[in-house]
């Protein structure tokens, strides 16, 4: 078997941690109970190991454990939020989102535009940010909801969620955020930032696939959309997937002890990694510089044949656009988004570092990216 | 009965059948509740449960938690929200808006200072201690428990565990004793945080009864479930008899100028009297006069009655002080409309209740703020060197 690729697509998805894993063995087969079973002590380990995870991820973010519903992962909570929104309310119905939003809720809006709910999707500018005067404009009287994340899966570009939430509260309009990418990333703390509703999930930040979460600051805005049983305060029915969780909870607990020291760390490698390319020439980087995940880098190459560039990287896995949208090749929607043409959106990568990245793996990289443009630049002269 | 005699009953009994239990304490309360800190409940492996942490809502849930607790042979602590609307596990809602921390503990019976034992010591002393229980916010964490008991000079029964922080528990416990407050501290020890909820255990008020008319037998009675210690005193062996009083009280046949040979006194022993005797009363009176640290002398009849004490003291060159003014209290009782013995009884224990515990006595309508007294709720941070 040939080496595997340098993994540098953290943003697609993470391994599991391996004090995540040992957390997560002993609820397969020994505590196997199901959360639900009040009757016994195998239920109510289940039900423990649930509630302390439910901690874990609320110390994490910054919310009181029973305002988190458990989901299957970011997309079902992302649904849960927004449809859930639009269910419990029966006055409003008017979402203002933004274009360069991951699919999960971009989708979801065209579901809810199809049934009669008005959308608003507002432009990104060339450093990734909507305008909050555009926002402001876009406020209407039936409006329910805004729904903008807090850092871009494809470019790290934090949203000014601060100010965003101020015009919201002001004109009591519930702020949903799917805070995907940040969470773990970068200090949160949702109930101080004034967002109702998040969702994340928790294969992003070295827990298990299969598992996600929805914060939600006042459980009455938000109705189910999977009914039968009535867990999860009857919000998100079906047996909960306690080994799943249990990992979430842990993966939480260890990126808060990491966060600070892996954002220092990833901000050097990845500036690093950036300032080498640049010298490449005929390349840049996407969205703003300054308030942007650490670890995570957008860069374009000019002169390059976007649909021979991945195929010839084949010693690193990184993606091109987003990860998600790959079955069908099209240009990145974020970078168009921000004004970035399809030639150039073709010739970008997404690069994301993690946990486990090294210097030496950052350093590889550098090499292999260098040399397969350089080539590639040669031949198209 | 008080409730820390039912608790412990349950606890014998379940000893003699080797019956395993567990003892649930509220540790801990933010915001409102029905129970504070200091609460307690005993639940037995067959689910039987003695004594409450809550006025009924979780109740239900404590009990699996008490059960899962024995499972694990550990101790564990477990957050109630009960601002949070929706929490099944909470179910009826009373409207109260508070955070209670709840320690379960599974009792070891071999262990001589196991938590219920720690509180058999505390409830026969003949005066107040400091219960220790030591537990940590984060559930992850070794939840010590209650651990070790203190008395008034300070020396130490049970063990507190962390050496370390010995003389800072030995100075809380001190301040504890002088404030007549529970205490919460949370200690910092490099990085490492150890809460512990200081209790300040009272003794039940002592409830002396000059006189053992059929008026002080339907008082007694009403201390009685109070919980209260009784002893009624009479010269008359026609009134003051086993007979007339419930098993629990003690009663004493003496002359008014000998009653103290059979009560010792507290600061938290009260008096009542009300032989109907004027002579025999203000001899009772004159032999407590004598006496300091008395908190309570409670004069049955008219004020008519109690300026004829004063002069007839007066005569006799007894000159009351300002202090002696403020303990007596005549006419005995709080004013709601009292007429019939039992409607007199309600009025004098709401009054010795409100003095004890240095609360006015009046409606709680009327009153701004917090219905329970919150002083010194919060976790004192203390970082040890």
């Given amino acids: ?381 | 009965m008080r409730e820390i005699d039912a608790i412990i009953e349950s606890y014998e009994q379940a000893k003699s059948t080797d019956l395993a239990c567990v003892l649930a304490t509220v540790v801990h309360v933010e915001g409102s509740s029905y129970r504070r800190a200091g609460a307690r409940m005993l639940v037995d492996e067959d689910g039987m449960m003695t004594g409450a942490i809550s006025g009924g809502c979780l109740e239900g849930d404590a009990l699996r938690k008490a059960l899962h607790a024995l499972h694990q042979n550990k101790n564990k602590l477990v957050t109630y929200d009960t601002s949070d609307e929706h929490d099944a596990a909470i179910g009826a809602q009373l409207g109260c808006n508070g955070v209670i921390q709840v320690l379960f503990e599974p009792i070891d019976f071999q262990h001589s200072s196991n938590p219920i034992e720690l509180l058999k010591r505390a409830n026969t002393q003949n005066e107040s201690t400091v219960i220790g229980t030591y537990f940590h916010l984060d559930k992850a964490q070794d939840q010590f428990g209650t651990t070790f008991l203190v008395n008034s000079d300070l020396s130490v029964s049970g063990s507190e565990k962390a050496k370390d922080i010995h003389d800072h528990v030995i100075q809380d416990c001190e301040a504890a004793f002088d404030q007549q407050t529970s205490l919460f501290r949370e200690y910092i020890i490099n990085d490492e945080r150890q809460f512990l909820f200081l209790e300040v255990f009272n003794q039940p008020p002592t409830l002396v009864l000059v006189g053992a008319g059929n008026d002080a037998q339907l008082l007694a009675q009403m201390a009685e479930v109070l919980g209260w210690n009784i002893i009624i005193s009479d010269g008359r062996p026609t009134h003051a008899n086993a007979e007339r009083f419930a098993s629990s009280c003690q009663v004493i046949v003496t002359k008014p100028e000998e009653i103290l040979k059979e009560v010792s006194l507290s600061d938290r022993t009260v008096f009542v009297l009300m032989t109907h005797n004027y002579r025999y009363d203000i001899a009772v009176l004159k032999v407590l006069l004598k006496e300091g640290g008395i908190p309570y002398i409670g004069i049955l009849g008219p004020k008519k009655k109690y300026d004829r004490m004063l002069n007839d003291l007066k005569d006799e060159g007894i000159e009351l002080t300002e202090e002696q003014h403020s303990i007596i209290h005549a006419p005995v009782g709080l004013e709601i409309g009292a007429e019939t013995p039992a409607e007199i009884g309600l009025s004098i224990l709401a009054e010795i209740q409100s003095v004890l515990t240095e609360t006015n006595g009046g409606r709680l309508k009327s009153k701004d703020g917090p219905i329970h007294r919150k002083k010194n709720n919060e976790f004192k941070q203390i970082v040890i060197e």
């Fill in chain 1, 1 to 381: 078997m040939s080496e595997q690729p340098i993994y540098l697509d953290y943003n697609a998805t993470t391994p599991v941690d391996d004090q995540v894993l040992q957390a997560m063995l002993p609820y397969f087969k020994e505590s196997f109970g199901n959360a639900s079973s009040v009757q016994h002590a195998y239920g109510w380990d289940a039900e423990e190991a649930v509630n302390m995870a439910r901690d874990q991820v609320g110390i994490l973010i910054g919310v009181k454990p029973q305002n988190l519903i458990f989901t299957s992962g970011a997309t079902e909570a992302i649904n849960l939020g927004i449809r859930g929104a639009v269910a419990s309310n029966e006055s409003k119905n008017h979402i203002i989102t933004c274009c360069s939003e991951h699919k999960a809720v971009l989708d979801t809006c065209d579901y809810l535009k199809s049934i009669g709910v008005e959308i608003t999707i507002l432009d990104i500018n060339a450093d990734g940010l909507i305008d909050l005067a555009e926002l402001q404009a876009a406020i209407q009287e039936n409006t329910l909801m805004v729904c903008v994340m807090s850092a871009n899966n494809e470019t790290g570009v934090l949203q000014e969620m601060d100010l965003i939430s101020q015009i919201c509260e002001e004109n009591e309009i519930l702020l949903f955020s799917d805070i995907t990418q940040a969470v773990g990333k970068i200090p949160q703390n949702l109930q101080e930032s004034n967002i109702d509703i998040a969702a994340f999930s928790s294969h992003k930040l070295y827990g298990p696939k299969g598992v996600g979460a929805l914060y939600v600051n006042d459980l009455s805005t938000i109705a189910p959309m999977v009914y039968g049983g009535g867990h999860e305060k009857g919000l998100r029915s079906g047996t909960l997937n306690v080994p799943g969780i249990v990992g979430f909870g842990k993966a939480c607990e260890v990126a808060g002890h990491l966060l600070n020291s892996e954002m220092d760390r990833l901000k050097k490698l990845r500036d690093f990694l950036e300032s080498e390319l640049l010298q490449l020439g005929g390349i840049q980087i996407n969205g703003q510089k300054t308030n942007r995940l650490s670890h995570v880098s957008n860069v374009s190459f000019q002169d390059i044949d976007g649909s021979r560039l991945i195929r010839s990287l084949k010693g690193i896995a990184v993606s091109q656009g987003s990860a998600c949208n790959s079955s069908v090749i099209e240009p990145s929607h974020v970078l168009k988004g921000m004004g970035i043409s399809d030639q150039l959106a073709f010739s970008s990568l997404r690069i994301s570092l993690g946990r486990f990245t090294s210097e030496e793996e950052v350093r590889k990289a550098i090499q292999i990216i260098r040399s397969v443009i350089e080539q590639q630049r040669m031949q198209l002269l």
